[in-house]
């Protein structure tokens, strides 16, 4: 599997970007996607995931209520759109896969198989 994320950019705090992760390879629809971010300083930690299954989402603390995961099968596509954000959420945000039928946690880091380069989200204020 091979994930290019994109979308990443210079953003005002309270303002709004949508990343998008492109998956190629395997069967995407078979494959729970998550997003993971890292601080400069910081351990990668993970922001949100969805299942390939009933499409169920999960979400860190730090941005439920603000951002949304999202999945397109026919685009092969997996979407995070980030509203009212934060200066803590400037990161480089990586998206990642694993191959949905194991049923593993998607919380975890050390799940996932794939992962994309990474793109960069900086919040001013």
């Known amino acids: 599997v091979q994930l290019q994320a994109y979308g990443g950019g210079l953003v005002q705090a309270g303002g709004s970007l949508r990343l998008s992760c492109a998956a190629s390879?395997?069967?995407?629809?078979?494959?729970?996607m998550g997003w993971f971010r890292q601080a400069p300083g910081k351990e990668r930690e993970f922001v949100a995931a969805v299942r390939w299954s009933r499409g169920s989402t999960y979400y860190a603390d730090s941005v439920k209520s603000r951002f949304t995961i999202s999945r397109d099968n026919a685009k092969n596509t997996v979407y995070l759109q980030m509203d009212s954000l934060k200066q803590e959420d400037t990161a480089v945000y990586y998206c990642?896969?694993?191959?949905?039928?194991?049923?593993?946690?998607?919380?975890?880091?050390?799940?996932?198989?794939?992962w994309g380069q990474g793109t960069l989200v900086t919040v001013s204020s």
């Open positions: 990642a896969a694993v191959w949905g039928p194991l049923g593993r946690t998607v919380l975890e880091e050390s799940t996932y198989n794939y």
């Open positions: 390879g395997r069967t995407f629809s078979r494959l729970d």
